[in-house]
């Protein structure tokens, strides 16, 4: 975000249920977050995987960490060091989103980049 709150570059890819593949909006969505990224070679990122509240707390973290490798890999392709991500899963442990239904598990099926240090 800018100083106006604006956003310029979407953090987030979303999931389908049980799923870490990346759908055709999360590629496109990424293919601008590591242009930013290119733009801005002294910043790391840290990618949060994400899981729904269904299914038991050891599968989610590991599903939340391949969400966050699967990002972390196109971020790779696309040229951005892999020096520069660190991957982090929360599984269900920490929702974006709080609720029990469908909606609410949309927004939970995710992961987010975000910026985390500035490289000197």
């Known amino acids: 975000?800018?100083?106006n709150?604006?956003?310029l570059?979407?953090?987030?890819?979303?999931?389908?249920?049980d799923s870490y593949s990346l759908d055709a909006g999360s590629r496109a969505a990424l293919k601008?977050?590591?242009?930013?990224?290119q733009d801005n070679p002294e910043i790391n990122i840290t990618v949060v995987g994400h899981c729904d509240e269904r299914g038991t707390r050891d599968y989610?973290?590991?599903?939340?960490?391949?969400?966050?490798n699967t990002v972390k890999r196109y971020l790779v392709s696309q040229g951005i060091s892999s020096r520069r991500i660190t991957v982090v899963s929360k599984g269900k442990?920490?929702?974006?989103?709080?609720?029990?239904?469908?909606a609410a598990w949309a927004q939970n099926r995710v992961a987010i980049v975000i910026p985390s240090k500035i490289l000197f």
């Not at 601008?32 to 990224?37: A, E, I, P, R, V």
């Not at 989610?60 to 966050?68: P, Q």
């Open 60 to 68: 989610n973290i590991g599903l939340g960490e391949r969400r966050a």
């Open 5 to 7: 709150g604006r956003v």
């Open 9 to 17: 570059v979407q953090d987030r890819a979303f999931y389908g249920y």
């Open 1 to 3: 975000m800018d100083a």
């Open 32 to 37: 601008t977050q590591s242009q930013w990224l």
């Open 93 to 102: 442990d920490d929702p974006v989103v709080f609720g029990s239904n469908e």
